[in-house]
């Protein structure tokens, strides 16, 4: 935020406490506690100014007045972050927390703390539900990514976590892979619509490179615990997985089918894959190799200075 120094010293100064914590943000949440209940009080139903003009504002704290300065003509600065464009980082967070089986608003909390310095501030509106339009959209991004199969959906998982499938493990192996290899992580990919693809280009791209069946092993050892026996044990559903999950991309890929079709055939991929593992004993296995200490440490050294 401009000027937040200045915000920051008019908020310690106009609110006082007693018996509760006086620290600057003790102080900010009581405010908005009671601008929350102030415009509850008061009915309102629909804001005189729109979050929109809010965020074109100058704002700025002087002499114990907060002023928020007009542009002289507002612009239209569109809807915040596409939920198709958190679909890769989205990814990428499950993998590095694929251990920990976090409800699902935990998960979306934890994921926007994350992005937050790669969201526009219309990404923080509040929608009608109470809750931020980054909040929403993640949300609508990993609808996208389980109706894929990318995501899980077991009666295990239903609705109340969000983890990788196989194919979600192998597509965010390759997003790590370039994360590691950038200036700044936890980057939001652009994204230019093409066709009636609802998955983001990163994401179809994922089998590249993927030529033959030792390929495919070593893109998802690389995300495991050296000389894993996963690999070894499960061969005969590794390969059984390395010819689906082929045909599993070519299917995404396929520009002359519409979503809906994508969408089934990808799940029928995904639900013939798991039934090879009708225990579930690969995928424990694999799961408990994922080593994701080391994919913390390498992605948090390679971002340092």
Not at 99 to 116: E, N, S, Y
Not at 133 to 156: D, E, I, P, S
Request: with cysteine; charged share 25%.
């Amino acid at each position: 935020m401009k000027d937040q120094a200045a915000l920051e010293e008019f908020v310690n100064d106009v609110i006082q406490t007693e018996g509760l914590d006086v620290g600057i943000d003790a102080k900010v949440a009581l405010l908005s506690y009671a601008m929350d209940e102030l415009q509850r009080s008061r009915s309102v139903k629909k804001p005189p100014v729109r979050f929109e003009e809010y965020v074109q504002c100058e704002r700025f704290a002087d002499l114990g007045t907060l002023w928020f300065t007009a542009p002289k003509h507002f612009e239209d600065n569109g809807t915040g972050t596409a939920p198709i464009r958190l679909q890769a980082p989205l990814l990428l967070f499950l993998l590095i927390h694929h251990h920990q089986k976090r409800p699902v608003f935990d998960l979306i909390g934890r994921f926007i703390d994350k992005v937050t310095p790669r969201l526009k501030p219309l990404d923080f509106k509040k929608t009608k539900t109470g809750v931020t339009r980054c909040h929403t959209n993640t949300r609508f991004a990993a609808n996208v990514l389980r109706k894929y199969g990318l995501l899980k959906y077991t009666q295990r998982e239903a609705f109340k976590t969000w983890e990788l499938s196989i194919a979600g493990c192998l597509a965010a192996a390759k997003i790590y892979q370039r994360c590691v290899n950038e200036s700044e992580s936890w980057t939001i990919p652009s994204h230019k619509k093409c066709g009636n693809f609802d998955l983001q280009e990163e994401i179809r791209a994922a089998w590249e490179g993927l030529a033959d069946y030792d390929s495919f092993v070593k893109r998802l050892a690389s995300i495991c615990i050296p000389d894993a026996n996963v690999f070894k044990t499960f061969k005969p559903t590794l390969e059984y997985a390395y010819k689906l999950l082929k045909e599993y991309w070519e299917n995404i890929n396929n520009p002359s089918i519409t979503q809906k079709e994508r969408r089934g055939i990808s799940w029928e991929k995904i639900i013939q894959l798991e039934a090879q593992d009708a225990d579930n004993e690969f995928y424990e296995d694999f799961s408990s190799c994922i080593q994701i200490n080391a994919l913390l440490d390498q992605l948090s050294s390679t971002h340092q200075g």
